[in-house]
């Protein structure tokens, strides 16, 4: 006998169920086949807010039943009949309102502040200092992507002299670091413009030099105006950049794309 086994899933609970097949698919592949070893780190420093500038969540505010101030046991049936008409019509203007005025938003919540959370620049230094300063490899790259890159300058602030011993190249993919506001001294300023390239959303061509205002490291196309894609287009650049970085190392040369980079801007000078 044929049976139809029919799965009725919201597209929201889809897209969480997906993810964790996923995410738990890929964390198989990276312990099987790279042999790398998963560690869980202690608790608040592994929590990290999706907003980094937010540390609380929304959630629903209780409802609180007000009572009238008066007493009205002994109005008339009538009356009281009349009042909580105009009550309900009146609540139901409110709301309505209330929904037109901001449709995404039909409940009424309250900010709930998590207690515990590290920030993302937290999570960078627990790490720095409890896995990869500890770590038995010479040569160590990052891959900073948006929010990411600022939690990075501000580990070389904090670590300066261990990041430059440790680490070969940091790629940036449309990262939201800014060297002024982070108040990124000299020295790092220098280090990140010899060491690092940030690979930026743009319609120019993959590796087009892209102006910078900042003096930092430089910035080239990803070849994608998204965002979130900018990562992923640039995958292959990233790791030649990668590669050049450890052969200059070895040869105590500079990487070849921080030259390129800084000849075309010399170039346009």
């Known amino acids: 006998m044929n049976r139809l086994l029919i799965f ?16 738990k698919y890929v964390y198989e592949l990276l312990e099987k086949d790279c042999n790398l070893k998963k560690i ?20 629903e505010k209780p409802k609180i039943h007000v009572q009238s101030s008066s ?19 009146t609540k139901k203007r409110r709301d309505f309102y209330e929904k037109y005025r901001n449709p995404q938003r039909e409940k ?12 993302p620049e937290e999570h960078a230094i627990y790490v720095w200092d409890h896995f990869i300063a500890q770590a038995a490899a010479e040569n160590v790259f990052f891959v900073a992507h948006s929010y990411g890159g600022l939690a990075f300058v501000e580990l070389m602030i904090q670590r300066e002299a261990d990041v430059k011993n440790k ?5 940036l993919t449309d990262s ?11 020295t790092i300023r220098e280090w990140m413009r010899e060491n690092c390239c940030n690979w930026v959303s743009s319609s120019e061509p993959l590796d087009t030099s892209v102006e910078s205002m900042l003096p930092d490291c430089p910035r080239v196309s990803a070849g994608t105006d998204r965002h979130e894609l900018t990562s992923w287009k640039s995958f292959a650049s990233i790791f030649k950049f990668f590669t050049e970085a450890s ?19 010399h170039e346009e000078l």
Not at 8 to 23: A, C, F, S
Not at 108 to 119: A, F, K, P, T, V
Not at 167 to 171: D, F, H, I, R
Not at 176 to 186: F, L, P, R, T, Y
Request: charged residues 30%; neutral net charge; hydrophobic residues 35%.
């Open 8 to 23: 009725l899933i919201p597209w929201k609970d889809l897209n969480m169920l997906l993810m964790k097949i996923i995410t």
């Open 176 to 186: 939201v670091h800014n060297v002024w506001h982070q108040e990124a001294g000299k």
């Open 247 to 265: 052969e200059a190392k070895t040869s105590s040369l500079k990487p070849a794309v921080t030259r390129r980079s800084h000849r075309i801007k």
């Open 71 to 89: 007493d009205s046991s002994d109005e008339p049936a009538e009356k009281r009949e009349r009042k909580d008409k105009v009550s309900k019509e």
């Open 40 to 59: 869980s780190i202690p608790e608040g420093y592994g929590v990290i807010v999706l907003n980094p500038n937010e540390n609380y969540i929304e959630v």
């Open 108 to 119: 009424e919540m309250m900010q709930l502040y998590i207690r515990e959370n590290g920030s």
């Open 167 to 171: 680490v070969t190249a940091v790629a």
